[in-house]
């Protein structure tokens, strides 16, 4: 499975970005899709998990700012960030969970440096 994200970028505080993540190759029984960030000198950590039948959670400080989205028939999913703060400048990471056999595989993408200016 390889995961391809776009959509990072400069944007003031206030603003938005969307972010999209299209996932190729072998990409049967994939289950929840998503999306993490890594701040520099933090860990990485969780922004939002949608599962293929559409389920969604999200960390507490993106809740009603972000919201993630899935294709299924694109593969790909999104995420739409609103009200943009200084503090959600990271480089942002899609994921992929895929199940075979009761086995969990994860997939990761490249990442995409999303920065806010205040």
């Known amino acids: 499975v390889q995961l391809q994200a776009f959509g990072g970028g400069l944007v003031q505080a206030g603003g938005y970005l969307r972010l999209s993540c299209a996932a190729s190759g072998s990409i049967f029984s994939i289950n929840t899709m998503g999306w993490y960030r890594q701040a520099p000198g933090k860990q990485r950590e969780l922004v939002a998990g949608i599962t293929s039948s559409g389920s969604t959670n999200y960390a507490d400080s993106m809740k009603g700012r972000f919201t993630i989205s899935r294709d299924n028939a694109k593969n790909t999913v999104y995420l739409q960030m609103n009200t943009l703060r200084p503090e959600d400048t990271a480089v942002y990471y899609c994921?992929?969970?895929?199940?075979?056999?009761?086995?969990?595989?994860?997939?990761w993408g490249q990442g995409t440096q999303v920065t806010v200016s205040s």
């Open positions: 994921y992929a969970d895929q199940e075979i056999a009761t086995r969990h595989y994860d997939y």
